[in-house]
């Protein structure tokens, strides 16, 4: 009998039943006595284009019902170390996005206090500045690994300077991130101008579009990755976008030319050994993604997330 929670088994219960959390492991109100906790954000008030990341989390959790707790590929055994829960949602103003930024810095202050990892199951990716924010309390100014189509440094949106587009450059001016640590990856599309995507190179980020990972593997990437980042503080932040949309097309601004679910694996699988701090998932939503498979590629990246943690055990 293991101290360590675990998720309820498939000959336990069916799949189809049992509680409705990630990976239908216990849940609990606050992240007290957890190394790691799975946290959702159902937020959409972010969002410029299609709508419907607020379903996004509970979709997620519902997907996860087919995860077992052993990585067969890397042989991680987080729930033979971590001590993980799910913790519930953060309860958001949906009327009011700039209250709601300040609800989730707060929530993610009081998670990080008890010294538990955040997962994050989202939403629209507005939230991942104020999680930063939290973050850099917690651990100062982070490295970050952004996977995404999109740059996400938008000045303003329709004139407002909180939004789905503008996170990194909100977490840039608040000092949240060490500038020469900063990867984003996947990145494509059609700008507004020639040097949309330089706004990040010109601030000493590394920015490897689309482009440069077609027909490749990303290992050798995230070899680079590690050797920069070295022992620092680093956030994951991955953007269920930077898959093509023939993959994940439940998202609301598709862009053709994406990363392959493989690919993404290699680059959650290439966090291995990193001192992750926190991670997110976001831009899942459910009407757009009627065959579930979105979704279920986003539980199963959280999973991996899980599964590079410091302190995971390996079989």
């Given amino acids: 009998m293991t101290r360590f929670n675990q998720p309820l088994g498939g000959n336990e219960m069916p799949r189809f039943g049992g ?11 606050t992240a007290e006595g957890l190394d790691a906790c799975f946290v959702g954000i159902p937020m959409d008030i972010g969002t410029s284009n299609r709508s419907g990341t607020r379903l996004g989390p509970r979709q997620i959790r519902d997907e996860s019902r087919m995860l077992r707790p052993y990585n067969m590929a ?5 729930f033979d170390s971590l001590q993980v ?18 609800i989730i810095t707060a929530q993610y202050r009081d998670i990080l ?21 939290a973050v850099k309390d917690r651990h100062g100014p982070v490295a970050l690994i952004h996977v995404d189509a999109h740059a ?13 587009g503008c996170p990194f450059r909100r977490a840039w001016e608040d000092g949240c991130l060490q500038n020469d640590k900063v990867f984003q990856i996947g990145l494509r599309g059609t700008g507004y101008a020639p ?31 590690r050797a920069v980042v070295g022992t620092a503080p680093v956030y994951l932040s991955f953007d269920i976008d930077s898959l093509d949309p023939a993959f994940a097309p439940g998202t609301g601004t598709v862009e053709p030319g994406g990363l392959t679910t493989w690919q993404a694996l290699e680059i959650v699988r290439g966090c291995a050994g990193l ?9 899942v939503s459910p009407p757009y993604d009627p065959s579930g498979n979105t979704a279920l590629i986003a539980a199963n990246l959280l999973f991996e997330m899980l599964c590079v943690l410091p302190g995971v055990a390996r079989g």
């Fill in 19 to 29: 509680p409705a959390t990630m990976m239908r492991l216990p849940a609990q109100a």
């Fill in 113 to 133: 206090g008890h010294g538990a990892i955040p997962l994050t199951l989202g939403g629209d990716h507005t939230l991942t500045w104020p999680i930063l924010r």
């Fill in 195 to 225: 040097e949309d995507f330089d706004w990040g190179r010109d601030r000493g980020w590394t920015v490897v579009q689309a482009e440069e990972c077609w027909y490749r593997s990303l290992a050798p990437l995230m070899e680079r990755v």
């Fill in 85 to 102: 829960a799910d913790i519930g949602d953060v309860p958001i103003n949906t009327f009011d996005l700039k209250k709601s930024v300040d």
């Fill in 74 to 78: 890397t042989r991680a055994a987080p």
């Fill in 275 to 283: 001192n992750l701090v926190g991670c997110d998932l976001v831009e």
């Fill in 152 to 164: 996400d440094i938008n000045e303003h949106m329709f004139g407002e300077t909180v939004a789905h």
